[in-house]
């Protein structure tokens, strides 16, 4: 069964810094992955897809990478601001399962001005 | 656009009622899905439908079905609700996946429903 850990579960930062989450499954026969935002009481929205096939994909200050091979994909955020503020979550698209999504538990992420 | 839709945005139900969840999407999309969250658990698949007049059971379907009335809409109904099923719903929709290519997940706002 596909498990995915994100690590850390919080993170506390300065206005300004650049950031590395991580994300790690346990099944590497996976078709893509995606990061997702989450703000208080709302939905999830969607960041980034990396396809099975890629290394790695960019979106503004985002850089979100994927070695298939290790299990692992971290999304970079550069230069962070208050409004980057939220819950992060990782899922992989698994081909044992069809169509569905393995998600992370997240890492709730704080910006300070 | 209105993307993926939600409704109700809140439910307090009494163990033992029943409800529906009504979920329906403008992106002419496949697939839809029903997830719950739960603190510490991350997000949970329900059911899903990978197209119009197809469902299947996901991670955690007992207590839970689903109609998939058309491709537009798919509910989600609880015959007789727990204390258990307290959660956070989110309904989703993304193009089919066929191959190795795929588009994101589109999700809604969510219902959050209270079993007392």
């Known amino acids: 069964k596909q498990e995915v850990t994100q690590i850390p579960a919080a993170l506390s930062v300065p206005e300004g810094e650049n950031l590395v989450l991580n994300c790690s499954f346990t099944d590497s026969a996976i078709y893509n992955l995606q990061w997702f935002r989450q703000d208080p009481g709302k939905g999830l929205t969607s960041l980034l897809l990396?396809?099975?096939?890629?290394r790695e994909q960019t979106s503004g200050r985002l850089n979100a990478s994927l070695d298939k091979s290790s299990g692992r994909s971290t999304l970079y955020i550069a230069a962070s601001q208050p409004g980057d503020s939220a819950t992060y979550l990782c899922?992989?698209?698994?081909?044992?399962?069809?169509?569905?999504?393995?998600f992370g538990t997240g890492t709730r992420l704080a910006v300070r001005p | 656009n209105a993307g993926v839709t939600q409704t109700p945005k809140f439910q307090v139900l009494k163990t033992g009622q029943s409800m529906t969840l009504q979920c329906a999407q403008d992106?002419?999309?496949?697939?839809m899905y029903w997830y719950r969250q739960d603190p510490g658990m991350g997000l949970r698949l329900i059911y899903y439908s990978a197209s119009e007049g197809t469902t299947d059971k996901g991670e955690v379907p007992n207590g839970y079905n689903v109609s998939r009335l058309n491709k537009r809409e798919f509910s989600l109904r609880l015959e007789s609700a727990a204390p258990s099923q307290t959660s956070v719903y989110f309904c989703?929709?993304?193009?089919?996946?066929?191959?190795?290519?795929?588009?994101?997940?589109?999700f809604g706002n969510g219902t959050r429903l209270t079993v007392t």
């Open positions: 992106m002419n999309h496949n697939s």
């Open positions: 989703a929709s993304s193009e089919a996946l066929m191959g190795h290519r795929d588009s994101p997940l589109h």
């Open positions: 899922a992989v698209r698994e081909k044992s399962s069809g169509d569905k999504l393995t």
């Open positions: 990396i396809q099975s096939s890629q």
